[in-house]
């Protein structure tokens, strides 16, 4: 079957599209006939060697899936071969067919399709754990989220305004600020024009904003965290510009207010009954048309480097997803 590889940590022009053997589900694991494999900015960073997991030689990136369960392992009494699912897998998903753990996939709500399906897992669950389980978000809260029209930031502006918030979007064109403003947000913040700082307090007034969303870090998290409430959560979700800020702690101890970190990966570890729950709730709410996962792009198996590309040059709006069947 077809993959592609990673075979040394690199960037995008170093994966290869190769032949490797029919993968065999391990205890407690199914294969899957991958439909489609959602693609995600950690992918620009696993197979460069940069993301906190570094799976040995060779491996395929894609860390979340959809498709058809192929085959069966011992212990496994939920699945069988014919079931539609979706899921995560870190990464191993752009090829044919790959093994995971059944406690990682759930069934696929009736009228949900792959591509959808794909780019829902890790991306809208990531949103889902920040609003819900950190930052605990009410109805009538301002919410700001940077970086709003990439995957996890798109997420958030649609789960944010179905938990009743009023959603500032804040992204760097204005091509990218239309589009979330298309997908619910309220109001918009061109960052690269103008001052942060200076635009929350135009936008979010005297009281400041209650709940930042920050999957981009660099320059903009300070003056985030600046432009809070009282008893604001300014939530760390990663640092897609790439360098990791510091922050005087004076400013969390003015605020009343509360740093948090987001680790998907790990909420889903720790509690897996809870995750299972939250996925199927997503899947649902996309399938009634609640969530868009919108997907800016699909692609073949043999372009996914043009695609980890893209996401590397920030240049995605929504998701991009690869066919490997293709
Ligand atoms: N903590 C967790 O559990 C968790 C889970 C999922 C993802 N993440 C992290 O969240 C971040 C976003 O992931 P994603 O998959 O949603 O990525 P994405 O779709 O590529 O979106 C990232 C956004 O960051 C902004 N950005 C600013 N500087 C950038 C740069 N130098 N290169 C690329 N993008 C830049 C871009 O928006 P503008 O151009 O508008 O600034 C872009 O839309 C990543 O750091 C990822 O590792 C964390």
Known sequence: MKAILCQHFGGPDDLVLADVPEPVAGSGEVVVEVAAAGLNFFD?????????TKPPFPFSPGGEFAGTVVGIGPDVSEFKPGDRVMGYTNFNAARQRTTVSAKQIVKIAGRLDFDRAAA?????????????????????????VLGASGGVGLA???????????VIACASTDDKLAFARAHGADEVINYDRENLRDAFKRVAGAHGVDVVFDPVGGPYSEPAVRSLAWEGRHLVVGFAA??????????????????MGVFWGAWVRN????????????ARWC????????????????????????????KVMGKLVVHPGE
């Open 44 to 52: 620009t960073l696993i197979i460069a060697g940069k993301y906190q």
């Open 120 to 144: 829902l897992t890790i991306t809208y669950g990531t949103a889902y754990h920040a609003l819900k389980h950190r930052a605990r978000l009410k109805s009538g809260e301002t919410l700001a």
């Open 156 to 166: 958030t502006v649609e789960i944010g305004r179905i938990m009743g918030a009023r």
């Open 242 to 259: 790439g360098e990791i800020p510091k922050l005087p702690l004076n400013l969390v101890l003015l605020k009343n207010c509360a740093v």
């Open 271 to 282: 509690a897996p009954a809870d995750y299972k729950a939250a996925l199927a709730e997503l």
């Open 287 to 314: 399938a009634e048309g609640k969530l868009s996962c919108h997907i800016q792009q699909i692609y073949p198996l043999a372009d996914t480097p043009k695609a980890i590309k893209a996401l590397a040059d920030r």
